[in-house]
């Protein structure tokens, strides 16, 4: 096997690990060692293409990091929709007491406070928030 083949061999390994992770990361790095490839295929000698892999790779990388697919998400998850599709869904609470009730919702007794600036009436509200089996509401 030749040189070139070998990077793009490795370049497509972390394709495949990059598909099971999901981060976008090891794709810049195959980036990197494609780069390699050409540098093999065009016939630079061995260190010359392992500094076109690491180059490449580093930029890419840092591209990726300083871009907004790099960055962590600055919500919540207990605020995130994405994440629990159960924010922004409705509930009615028939009575409160200080603050706090039961309901069923989804065919289970959940525990449901008040959010900030809700008020403490019976009716139908929003769910602005998961915090584990209690349900924080605001007015809809």
Do not use: C
């Not at 050409?38 to 010359?48: C, E, T």
């Not at 392992?50 to 930029?59: E, H, I, K």
């Not at 409705?90 to 959010?115: F, N």
Request: aromatic share 8%; hydrophobic share 50%.
């Amino acid at each position: 096997m030749t040189d070139w083949m070998g990077w793009l061999v490795a370049a497509g390994v972390l394709v495949i690990a990059e598909l099971f992770i999901g981060t976008f990361y090891l794709l810049m790095i195959a980036i990197g060692v494609s780069a390699g490839a050409l540098a093999a295929w065009s016939g630079a000698s061995g260190p010359v293409q392992t500094l076109a892999a690491a180059a490449v790779g580093l930029a890419a990388t840092a591209i990726l990091h300083r871009s907004r697919f790099g960055k962590p998400a600055k919500a919540q998850a207990t605020r995130d929709r994405n994440v629990n599709l159960d924010i922004g869904q409705r509930v009615a609470v028939p009575q409160w007491q200080d603050g706090r009730a039961r309901v069923m919702y989804r065919g289970a007794l959940w525990d449901v406070e008040l959010g900030p600036g809700a008020h403490p009436e019976a009716g139908d509200y929003r769910i602005v928030e998961v915090l584990g089996n209690r349900l924080i509401v605001a007015n809809s």
